[in-house]
């Protein structure tokens, strides 16, 4: 039989080409490949060390020598301790002797591998759920280059790793919904369980998420994934954090975990406010951070707001059981509008009533993107014009540009302030002089000197301070120790001895203040 040469190399085209299994192999590994890269790229300088950084990685250097998850030499309970233990683990790897700064930047590598663990675990469940791969790489995409996704991925912060398990519960929760086979099924729903309790135990806003999303799913929606897994992963989890709990009260004293588990159940209600931005002590408000936020998270917000949309969209069609096919291709994606609404009913509830910061927008981006791009799906197949392709992408492509430029900013600019400080001030400074510190970066980072959580003049020259560390804008926003006016008398009658840029126009400022308290050291 003759063959043409067109269709012989043809054949050999197609014989060449990936398979569908290793194409779906392929595509994670780039997302993973691209949001290390924008992660771990200049990490070190990109972002400024702050405050819960500096009390995460003195946690972490506690459990990496042994002394447990302790801080100032008291238990530390205020977050459950999952988080704490990964970070001492990973430093005990990298180097408990490091020197705190050092060992900042390294952690800082850890939470950035969790974050573009959790870019690859958004495009998995996606998969997962039905979407096809388009679909899924458009969601892993926007989460991989998402500019607040990635500021929190980059700092040793909690986050990334609550919202990895939070993921990792959902993808084998539909994984046991999905599967046929008994054993399988069982080892999922296990699965998932532990992952579960695992994110109950990192943080409790994340577990909290969870827990609504598979009530969610159990009350409204067992008919698309099954009940009994649902319920068994819900109370599996939740058994999880109990034992986690029962293992911190054991360990540390119940009172001193029950007065943990108090205090965040007023601040989560409301009841207290002692930060964020419903705090009658902060001078700044929500709406004034994110006008001055836009430049560049814009299409984050938007990305939130019409997530949050379409999750309504979708959720009255399937209430209403008269468009279950609108979640085409399979009913069981009703996982991803069910988490963001628990996520964004959290946010809501939040910002009007309970504490609310910045940090809280990270717990929505991931369903918001997901809910967002099963919605986009649904509506350019549900019209059918061949245009409809063309403006998704349209709409996907500008945004992504937008952040890839926000990120080429942020990455290629330095406001490592407290960095470059502790560098001068190891020189710089003698030996035992006294420094006061308007809010608490510093305290384990400064080696040099005596440090003290002095504010006011008065209280200057009765300590006998020589200087005052002064981050400008977390004093001008009402974050700081020290009151505004403080500020602006030490800047007409201080010395100026140290000056750094940090983030957003602020100021790393170090004052003499011995000629305004006659210390002399």
Known sequence: MRTHAWSTRAAATLRRRPTPRLVDLLLPAGLLVLALALRWFRVESAYDVFIDEVTYRELAHNVATGAGVVLYGEP??????????????????????????????????????AGALVVVAVWALARRVGLGRVPALVAGGLVAVDPFQISFDSRVLIEPFAQLFLLGCLLLLVTAARTTERTRERWATAGAAVLGGLTLSTKETFGMVLVGALAVLALWFGAAVRRRTTVTVLVGSIAGYALCSLAVASSYGFSTWWDSR?????????????????????????????????????????????????TLVLLRRLVAASERAALRPDPIAVVLPAWSLAACGYLVYATFIGSIEEQMYYITLAPCVLTLVLWARSWAAGIGHRLAPVVVAVLVVVPVLFDVSVWHRTHTTDVDAYAAFVHWEADAITAGSRMAVTEGTAQFLVENAELGEWSTVREFRREDVDYVLVQTKLVREGYGLARPAVLARLEKQADVVFEAPAADGDRLVLFDVRPLTGGSS
């Open 76 to 113: 530390f309970t205020l977050h459950p301790p999952v988080s704490f233990l990964v970070l001492g683990g990973a430093l005990r790897l990298l180097g408990p002797d490091l020197a705190p700064l050092d060992s900042i930047l390294a952690l800082r590598h850890v939470s950035a591998a």
């Open 262 to 310: 108090t205090e965040g159940l007023a601040r989560l209600v409301g009841t207290e406010q002692p930060t964020g931005f419903n705090s009658p002590t902060t001078q700044v408000t929500l709406t004034s951070r994110i006008a001055a936020n836009a430049q560049d998270f814009a299409v984050t917000y938007g990305l939130l707001l019409l997530g949050g949309i379409a």
